[in-house]
């Protein structure tokens, strides 16, 4: 055996006549009987470990029979690889983890997603912590290969070094290693075992912050690096992005549906003896409003007439339903004046010319009131299509009223027509998304106000809400899948009575609904 200086170096115990397998790690070994067995080398670099550095190993088989090893040191260059490799690792892992948090807008899900993520790359296992909801905190706790459980705890936070700092976000804080010792029980996941160590990383939000990650780690696992723990904040800032916009939507969600709430048009049905039944249709199948609105108000007292608002506001979607809230909430207000419809128009046109709207509106007001079996509507029109008037007997008339638009013209002229509805007659408010909508065989015919009216032909007799059934379902066959305007309608009907004699036969009968 041979050896130079570098081989002496780096195998001291090398000596002439002393066997390779004394003094040559088993891997080298093994391929220097491989080589001399085969006689030739190997294309395959062969790498091991000498002496806690790695080695690439190339044999040279000589002319007599020899094989020289020349060992070239390969350690700042596996290190390079093999930080190359965790890196390229990690990245992938915070994609994985940007794109399964931004699936959804779900705060729950957020914060599951984010504690098996945690558990699963992380640590042993992971405790997500939202800020408190009252007096308990939302915490969802994850070990490693399991399912996230989520639990309402109620404990002090700054009874926790650096939970109560990360949970309040301000002033920005680092994470804070803690003494497992003493971590608190619930902080332990059941079935866990000794913890080993213990990092709390805060989770920044938008502005507020999303709450804490808990990372726990076995006494059997490593403890966190350095390294590990800026990775772990890497993970967080991503994890808390997705949480706090997943609450902000949460809480936009939730005062969106307040809104609407106040927006949409009422259920109706009947008040004072008098049948109501209202449909609405905004004009994009994905939205709840539009520039369509109705409205019933009661009477105060008995015997008093209901009052029916419905108008058409220029334009649709979210825009025309401010204004239609605005014009709702404005005839609200002028109900203790609802007997003169004139007046309320002209009111409603000051306020809507003195605002800084600069959409119009067309209306139809209508007070209904029960007068034994007869129902009698008084009805104003302010630019908008003619109530039709639905005779028991398939008579379909115009009702006689008429005016001017409101919000667009310094004063709002308009005529007020009286109609009497017998039992089995219905008066019918519309818009006119109804009667322009587009359909039909060809798909660019209007519906029309005739072939309204022989729809309301057929419906003679029918109760309010059949009405409005019928007149949408006609409708929506009409137009099929096309564009079209919102559509909003109300019927307003004298039910069907029938004369019930007294007990004892003498005394006058009366009409009940």
């Known amino acids: 055996m041979q050896r130079n200086d570098a081989a002496q170096a780096l195998l001291p115990a090398a000596r002439l006549g002393t066997c390779l397998a004394d003094i040559v790690p088993s891997w080298l070994f093994a391929a220097h009987q491989a080589v001399c067995l085969a006689g030739h080398e190997s294309d395959v670099p062969l790498t091991g470990v000498i002496a806690a550095r790695r080695f690439e190993a190339h044999p ?81 706790t994850c070990l490693r290969g399991g399912t996230p459980t989520t639990s309402l705890e109620a404990f002090d936070p700054d009874d926790v070094p650096g939970l109560g700092e990360a949970l309040r ?100 049905h009947r008040i004072s003896g008098v049948d109501f039944a209202g449909g609405y249709r905004p004009s994009a199948d994905h939205e709840r409003i539009g520039g369509d609105f109705y409205d019933v108000h009661p009477a105060t007292a008995e015997g008093e007439p209901s009052l029916v608002s419905l108008g058409d506001v220029c334009g ?9 809230g605005k014009i709702r909430n404005t005839l609200h207000a002028l109900l203790p004046m ?57 008579t379909v008339e115009d009702a006689d009223t008429g005016g001017t638009l409101v919000g667009a013209l310094p004063n709002v002229p308009a005529r007020t027509a009286t109609v009497t509805l017998a039992p089995g007659d219905s008066c019918v408010l519309y818009t006119d998304g109804i009667t322009e909508a587009k359909g039909g065989p060809l798909g660019d015919t209007q519906f029309g106000e005739e072939r309204l009216k022989r729809a309301l032909a057929g419906c003679a007799g029918m109760p309010s809400e059949a009405i409005v059934e019928h007149l949408q379902m006609l409708a929506s066959q009409w137009i099929g899948n096309r564009a079209h305007d919102d559509m909003a309608l109300v019927a307003i009907s004298a039910p069907r009575t029938r004369h019930l004699s007294a007990v004892n036969g003498h005394t006058r009968g009366r009409y009940t609904a």
């Open 316 to 324: 649709k979607g979210l825009e025309a339903a401010v204004l239609t």
């Open 169 to 268: 976000g301000f002033p920005p804080v680092p994470s804070r290693w803690l003494d497992p010792s003493t971590a608190p029980q619930w902080m332990i996941p059941e079935g866990f075992g000794p913890i080993g160590a213990i990092v709390v990383t805060p989770l920044p939000g938008h502005g507020v912050p999303a709450g804490a990650l808990v990372l726990l780690r076995k006494v059997d696992s490593a403890a966190f690096t350095d390294e590990e723990e800026v990775f772990a904040r890497l993970f967080a800032t991503r994890s808390g992005a997705a949480m706090s916009a997943a609450r902000l939507y949460a809480e936009q969600t939730a005062i969106t549906e307040v809104l609407m709430r106040e927006l949409l048009p009422p259920t109706l």
């Open 338 to 394: 609802a007997d003169d419809h004139q007046r309320m128009l002209t009111l409603l046109n000051t306020a809507l010319l003195n605002s800084h709207h600069t959409r119009f509106v067309t209306l139809v007001l209508a007070s209904a009131a029960r007068k034994g079996n007869e129902v009698h509507v008084r009805l104003t029109s302010a630019g908008h299509p003619n109530p039709l008037i639905v005779r028991a007997n398939g």
């Open 60 to 140: 040279s088989v000589r002319d007599d029979g020899a094989v020289a090893w020349w060992l070239v040191d390969d350690t700042d260059h596996q290190l390079a690889r093999d930080a190359l490799h965790l890196e390229r690792e990690r990245t992938a892992f915070l994609a994985k983890a940007s794109s399964a948090l931004l699936s959804s807008l779900n705060l729950g899900r957020c914060m599951d997603v984010t504690a098996q993520l945690a558990a699963e790359n992380l640590a042993d296992a992971a405790l997500v912590i939202a800020p408190a909801r009252g007096h308990r905190l939302p915490v969802v």
